[in-house]
């Protein structure tokens, strides 16, 4: 069986790697970036995507990283309450730091290689 490339190593492309390797479709993840490392920004997750990320064995991972959502607030930009809701019973959505996350990802699925070195042969 020929193998599927993947072309950067962010959420998405370890992601697909693991459900791939969950399947037993070999595949080989190519990141351009020499290490991950934080870059300040975080990431909203929706509770389609933590259930998603859950079936693949990444439910510890993810909390260990995330801040469970609560409710949906939104505030207009001088800071007043303009409506609030709270999420119901799904798999709650998280925000989390990208990096930690996709630090934790990438444990889960390989260790991460420069595109310029030997990629890894499977997830």
């Known amino acids: ?50 259930k998603e990320l859950a079936a693949l064995g990444l439910e510890q991972a993810l909390a260990s990283v995330a801040i469970a959502t609560t409710d949906a607030t939104f505030f207009n930009r001088f800071g007043q309450l303009i409506y609030q809701e709270p999420l119901g019973p799904a798999p709650p959505a998280t925000i989390t730091r990208n990096s930690r996350f996709i630090a934790a990802t990438c444990n889960g699925c390989c260790s991460m290689r420069s595109s310029r070195a030997p990629a890894p042969t499977a997830c």
Do not use: Q, W, Y
């Open 1 to 50: 069986m020929d193998e599927v490339i993947i072309v950067g190593a962010g959420i998405g492309g370890l992601t697909l790697g693991l459900a791939l390797h969950g399947c037993g479709i070999p595949c080989r993840i190519f990141e351009s970036a020499a290490e991950i490392k934080a870059v300040g920004v975080g990431i909203n997750l929706l509770p389609h995507a933590t």
